[in-house]
């Protein structure tokens, strides 16, 4: 059975947006284990740190940050697009290979990281 698992702060971030822009980022947010295989640079970003993969898909103006695991996603981030661009602009990174100077980042991985921690195992 595939899932779709928010941890603890991604489903905070979630639970802050007003209930119909919730259900339309859980519309449009449709992936699939074998799509991100062969991950579309068109639909996904991906952000890779010592051998693991982390994917950033776009829904109107938020990016969802994941993680395939064994039972399917999980959602570690739900995050405005201005909050990473007010973090690009700070940092003084170029746009144009955002996911790549991401990976770089140590604070974009402190939030990733952060959200990790939060995710409760049932």
């Not at 779709?4 to 905070?12: G, H, Q």
């Not at 640079?41 to 950033?56: A, D, H, N, T």
């Not at 770089?104 to 939060?118: C, N, P, T, V, Y």
Request: glycine share 4%; aromatic share 12%; hydrophobic share 45%.
């Amino acid at each position: 059975m595939f899932q779709v698992v928010f941890n603890d702060i991604s489903a905070a971030e979630m639970a802050a947006l007003p209930t119909e822009l919730q259900l339309d980022l859980l519309c449009d947010f449709e992936v699939l284990p074998e799509e991100l295989d062969k991950a579309d640079p068109e639909r996904f970003g991906v952000i890779e740190r010592e051998g693991k993969k982390l994917f950033r898909y776009r829904v109107k103006d938020y990016r969802i940050y994941f993680e395939r695991v064994s039972e399917g996603i999980t959602v570690h981030r739900v995050l405005h697009k201005n909050t990473f661009r007010d973090f690009l602009f700070r940092a003084a990174l170029p746009m144009p290979s955002e996911d790549v100077e991401l990976a770089g980042q140590r604070k974009f991985w402190e939030l990733i990281d952060a959200g990790r921690a939060s995710r409760r195992v049932s």
